[in-house]
Nanobody, 113 residues
Framework: QVRLAESGGGLVQTGGSLRLSCAASGTIFSLLTMGWYRQGPGKQRELVARISNSGVTNYADSVKGRFTISRDNAKNTVDLQMNSLKPEDTAVYFC???????WGQGTQVTVAS
């Protein structure tokens, strides 16, 4: 079973940056495709970024050029660097093992206008 713990959420002004981090345990992390989902108020859950076990990345159109996903297999972590944040980025962000469909508890990101 995969255990995922997110950190790094918070309140930021429009145009600011935040870095989310997810620590994984209980599995062979390097084999997993990982992703970050988000769910904003009144919105459907959205996959914003994913990274394969070989490091191939994909992004939602809404965050391309602003968000960067990365992983460190030695530390069993996957990060999401978020720049040029907008109010519409406000959401709960979830770290997810896409390979096994295990989810973290989520961390709140609020972007003030």
């Amino acid at each position: 079973q995969v255990r995922l713990a997110e950190s790094g959420g918070g309140l930021v002004q429009t145009g600011g940056s935040l870095r989310l981090s997810c620590a994984a345990s209980g599995t062979i992390f390097s084999l997993l495709t990982m992703g970050w989902y988000r769910q904003g108020p009144g919105k459907q859950r959205e996959l914003v970024a994913r990274i394969s076990n070989s490091g191939v990345t994909n992004y939602a159109d809404s965050v391309k050029g602003r968000f960067t996903i990365s992983r460190d297999n030695a530390k069993n972590t996957v990060d999401l660097q978020m720049n040029s944040l907008k109010p519409e980025d406000t959401a709960v962000y979830f770290c997810v093992s896409l390979t096994t469909n295990f989810w973290g508890q989520g961390t709140q990101v609020t972007v003030a206008s």
